[in-house]
């Protein structure tokens, strides 16, 4: 026996210890053990490199050997050993990591970094292990193999060993709690999660169980396409596609390298909880980057790999660190300069998937002020603006472009989308304002909801009022950002007001009733109030200017746009729902033909002491009715509001269907 001792712990290096073993996730000791068997192969070729050996090195390869009868795991590599001094001084001293002081020596004679910093080390066998033992012969010259053995308490032995092969062997006898590591299911699996990108062969069995090579590591001009979709398939099987990607590459003012995707924003993706894989020198540590990448980019997918992000402290420390930071500014300026390339060189593929990757975009944008910078002339917005036939080419292409940093008109829509809005193109918002500077200038008409706001928006259409579609859930805080941005800009959405360009002024005015000297609209309004008897409903008569009246709404709900924002904020400081309010404004269309036959019906009826003759209750009926369709498009019906609209729309049908068979 060479030695019998007591391992030393001193207080300036127990700390690391005591937490990193508060982490209860226990199969940690093998990415820990696995990196330091990478380092030794790494520590050989660099010593090798320096002049320090000059043997062969061999093919490098780490074997894992399990025994289910022993109960033991052994990790085995042909790097460069250790002596019975290294021995004595890099592992009888807790939490001393040779890997800095080994960095110091060698730097610069390698571009093969050292992994071996991650706190946990050697001594995170101990967590499954009841005893490890050390099998090791150094590369020097004439040094004998020596055998370190420790039961999980400061006693250990050091003797020598019968080894005649270069390199080191872990062996850990586990504890019963911990015979999983024993079986082989599980050892392919902590490979596949921890060091599948390792630049070294991981055998089982004869077998390789790892990729070795990390796609983020080569150069982009060496990936293709299919390269870098292959790599997202292996990382999130069953996903769709991803949009695009932005490859990381640099080694100052820190290294990083990287590759993160921008995935489909599908509902189920919760944008609060990154996905980004936390990789340092090619072995993975975390699936979570919330501390590490700006907000705004957490749904983004992929891999960060980086030796200058601190492991060992704590999530708020990572928060604070200024490295970090500058990490998170140079990743979000590398988005940046991707998506103002796709813009510039590929609009087609940027409009394709403007969808998604405006949600991103805009968050990003209210976030952060570089990144708002960066990408404020590419924000585009999807509009009802047709291009007249002297801007299109006979045969229309993908892709048309006004300018260099014109509009896009383009069709990249799905067979679905393509139905429900044919052709609509997009714009940024500096050229809606420029185009539409004539015919309302300082102001941008927009709708939130296609689907229900369609009345209001083909009004505007149809007098050429050129709509915006502002729909996706981030755009109710954009508008507000916008609004700021361009603040001699009023944003208007269309069920909010109608602009006198809508409006028909000579026909609003036009007298109905000789006798009283009412107009129209005021023959109507009171026909509206009486029938409705709302208090706090402001009924307004307009003619909305049309070529087909027919094809106009009847009947349009508006919402003042302040006091719509207003109930909309202090829903959202109450965290609750915005409730629809009573005081709103009905403006009835007086140039449509089924309001000018309700205002002839009614003047026809004939009341009959105090009861209501049938036609004036049909009248009545109807208003209730229009009135009902026009809410619709603002509100949705509880059960009850429901009942009731079916029920009165079966009266009026009802007793349409009698006038007419009498």
């Not at 796609?215 to 997202?232: G, H, I, T």
């Not at 072995?283 to 960060?304: A, K, N, T, Y």
């Not at 991707?338 to 609009?347: A, F, M, P, S």
């Amino acid at each position: 026996m060479l030695e019998q001792g007591t391992i030393s712990i001193h207080t300036e290096n127990i700390f690391p210890i005591i937490k990193k073993s508060l982490y209860s996730n226990h199969e940690i000791f093998f990415r820990e053990l696995v990196s330091n068997a990478v380092d030794a192969i790494q520590k050989l070729k660099m010593v090798s490199r320096a002049g320090e050996y000059s043997g062969e090195i061999g093919e490098s390869e780490i074997q894992i050997a399990i025994d289910k009868d022993k109960k033991t795991l052994s990790i085995t590599d042909n790097g460069i050993g250790m002596t019975a001094e290294e021995v004595k001084k890099y592992i009888n001293q807790v939490a001393f990591s040779s890997a800095e002081e080994f960095i110091h020596k060698y730097e610069g004679k390698s571009d093969q970094p050292i992994i071996g910093h991650f706190g946990l080390g050697f001594y995170s066998s101990f967590m499954v292990a009841q005893k490890v033992e050390i099998d090791t012969l150094s590369y020097k010259e004439g040094a004998p193999a020596v055998h370190w053995s420790c039961d999980g308490s400061p006693e250990f032995t050091l003797e020598d060993s019968t080894r005649t092969t270069r390199g080191t062997t872990i062996t850990l006898t586990l504890q019963e709690e911990e015979l999983e590591y024993v079986e082989q299911a599980r050892i392919q699996q902590l490979v596949k999660t921890y060091c599948d990108f390792m630049p070294v062969p991981i055998k089982l069995d004869g077998e390789v169980l790892n990729k070795q090579q990390a796609p983020w590591r080569e150069s982009p001009s060496s990936l293709n396409q299919e390269d870098y979709l292959e790599f997202y398939r292996y990382l999130y099987p069953f996903q769709e596609e991803p949009l695009l990607w932005v490859h990381l590459n640099t080694d100052y003012p820190f290294i990083i390298n990287g590759i993160l995707y921008f995935p489909k924003m599908n509902p189920d993706i919760d944008v609060t909880k990154g996905q980004i894989k936390l990789f340092c020198n090619q072995v993975f540590v975390s699936d979570h980057c919330e501390e590490i990448i700006p907000q705004f980019l957490l749904p983004m997918r992929g891999v960060i790999d980086s030796t200058d992000i601190p492991l060992n402290v704590s999530r708020s420390a990572l928060q604070t660190d200024r490295t970090v930071r500058k990490i998170g500014d140079y990743i979000a300026k590398k988005v940046g300069d991707r998506l103002k390339e796709l813009y510039r060189d590929n609009r087609e593929q940027y409009i394709s998937t403007w969808k998604d990757l405006g949600t991103f975009v805009k968050f990003g944008v209210l976030n952060d002020e570089k990144f708002k910078k960066q990408v404020e002339d590419i924000i585009v917005f999807r509009s009802t603006y047709q291009p007249t036939s002297t801007q299109q080419s006979a045969v229309s292409p993908a892709v048309e472009v006004q300018s260099q940093e014109g509009d896009v008109w383009q069709d990249v829509t799905s067979a679905n989308e393509e139905k429900e809005n044919p052709k609509l193109p997009y714009t940024t918002l500096k050229e809606y304002l420029k185009r539409n500077e004539e015919r309302h200038k300082n102001r941008v008409f927009y709708a939130t909801d296609e689907a229900a706001q369609t009345p209001y928006i083909e009004l505007h259409k149809n007098q050429g009022l050129e709509v915006l579609f502002m729909d996706s859930f981030i755009d109710t805080h954009f508008i507000n950002f916008l609004e700021r941005e361009y603040s001699e800009v009023k944003f208007t959405r269309v069920d909010s007001d109608l602009d006198n360009t809508l409006l028909d002024q000579d026909k609003a005015g036009e007298i109905v009733d000789p006798k009283t000297n009412k107009t129209r609209g005021e023959v109507i309004k009171e026909l509206f109030e009486k029938a409705l008897n709302k208090p706090k409903l402001n009924i307004r008569t307009e003619a909305l200017k049309a070529d087909d009246p027919q094809g106009t709404p009847p009947a349009m709900v508006l919402l003042p746009e302040i006091l719509r924002r207003l109930r909309e904020m202090n829903a959202l400081m109450q965290q609750q729902t915005v409730e629809f309010p009573e005081d709103h404004v009905l403006l009835v269309n007086t140039s449509h033909p089924l309001i000018q036959n309700l205002a002839n019906l009614s003047q026809g009826s004939i009341i009959q002491g105090d009861g209501q003759t049938p036609t004036e209750q049909l009248v009545n009926l109807i208003c209730q009715h229009v009135y009902d369709l026009a809410l619709m498009s603002q509100k949705g019906f509880d059960a009850e509001g429901m009942k009731a609209f079916v029920e009165r729309s079966n009266e009026v049908l009802t007793k349409l269907t009698q006038e007419a068979t009498k």
